[in-house]
């Protein structure tokens, strides 16, 4: 009996670890195709801009929640309701999952990341990081750039046709939607724009 309890436990802690190889790179995927999306609704115009490798967003403007009119409702319910899942357990998982995701990841498929996480706990502000950025760009004759981009990690729907993300741009960023149709990523809709 002994000897069956923990088998099973070993397959579960290896179930887990698939699932989440899995999760990783249905992410990578999908930041992938968005990343390299050379349409007018781009993110990026060269491989060589740079992005960072933590989301460093500022907390997105919810809106009301309806059963108490003092209160906004949390991120998870606002993705939840955006992605039309009636699961916020299932997006509530996805953001601890995220925590283990490592944007710098991202360079495997040969995008340039800056690494904001070592510059910070260096001390450099992030006025000066821009400053970096700036000097980078000037110096590899980069002609379009817009700073740094800043992009949250993924949170799909239970189907993974739909994924929700935000953006930071220089002063400003938005949340996009994307929808997977024929095995492309293409921006459904963006909102909620801000500028700091």
């Known amino acids: 009996m002994i000897g069956c309890k923990k088998s099973h436990r070993s397959d ?46 500022v907390p997105p403007i919810l809106p009301i929640d309806i059963n108490n009119p003092k209160k906004t409702i949390s991120h998870a319910n606002f993705i939840s309701d955006t992605l039309k899942i009636n699961d ?55 002609p379009k750039y817009s700073s740094i981009l800043y992009i949250s990690k993924p949170i799909f729907n239970k189907e993974l046709n739909l994924a929700y993300i935000r953006i930071r741009h220089g002063s400003g960023g938005k949340t996009r939607m994307y929808e997977k149709l024929d095995e492309r990523w293409n921006l459904k809709y963006e909102f909620g724009e801000w500028v700091e």
Do not use: W
């Open 12 to 57: 579960v802690k290896i179930h887990n670890l698939e699932l989440t190889t899995f999760n990783d790179s249905v992410k990578l995927e999908f930041l992938n195709q968005i990343l390299s999306d050379t349409s007018k609704t781009k993110l990026i115009f060269d491989k060589k801009e740079l992005i960072s490798n933590i989301p460093s967003l």
């Open 88 to 142: 916020i357990e299932f997006v509530k998982n996805q953001m601890v999952e995220n925590k283990q995701f490592d944007l710098s990841r991202i360079s495997e498929l040969g995008f340039n990341i800056i690494d904001i996480k070592a510059h910070s706990k260096q001390g450099i502000s992030l006025d000066s990081i821009d400053k970096l950025a700036e000097k980078y760009y000037i110096e590899n004759k980069i």
